[in-house]
């Protein structure tokens, strides 16, 4: 019983110590719903996974694979275009309500002003 209490009474207290001290600092702790801040958090986040994986490699002896090599690069290629198409067709999704449907009538008749025009 009196164990079970020193540490109720403990952690109740660390709880107050903790609030009061977030309290006071409130002003001074950055807002994480900030672009910069998460803009700074992702960078601080990929120097460290970067700086963690030249460790393990280094570690176990691996090398870096050579940049320069013909498989390497069609591999990084293909990454990326992965990656883009990915990135394009979530914006696609995200601002298809502002995309016009193409088969209505008056985005066609548009269309073709637009094109005789030239």
């Known amino acids: 019983d009196v164990v079970a209490a020193t540490i109720k009474i ?3 207290y660390k709880g107050f110590k903790t609030r009061r001290m977030i ?3 409130k002003e ?3 807002d994480l719903n900030c672009a910069q801040v998460q803009d700074a958090t992702l960078k601080i986040q990929s120097a460290y996974r970067g700086f963690k ?3 393990e490699l280094k570690d176990t002896g691996e ?3 050579d940049l320069d090599a013909a498989d390497v690069v069609a591999a990084t290629i293909k990454i990326q275009s992965a990656y883009k ?3 394009t067709r979530k914006m696609i999704k995200k ?3 502002i995309m016009p449907d193409l088969n209505c009538a ?3 008749d548009a269309t073709l002003k637009i094109q005789s025009a030239f």
Request: net charge positive; aromatic share 4%; no cysteine.
């Open 10 to 12: 403990q952690s109740a």
């Open 23 to 25: 309290k006071q600092h």
């Open 95 to 97: 601002h298809k309500e």
């Open 63 to 65: 090398e870096l694979p």
């Open 106 to 108: 008056q985005v066609q």
């Open 53 to 55: 994986t030249r460790r």
């Open 28 to 30: 001074i702790m950055p």
């Open 85 to 87: 198409g990915f990135q």
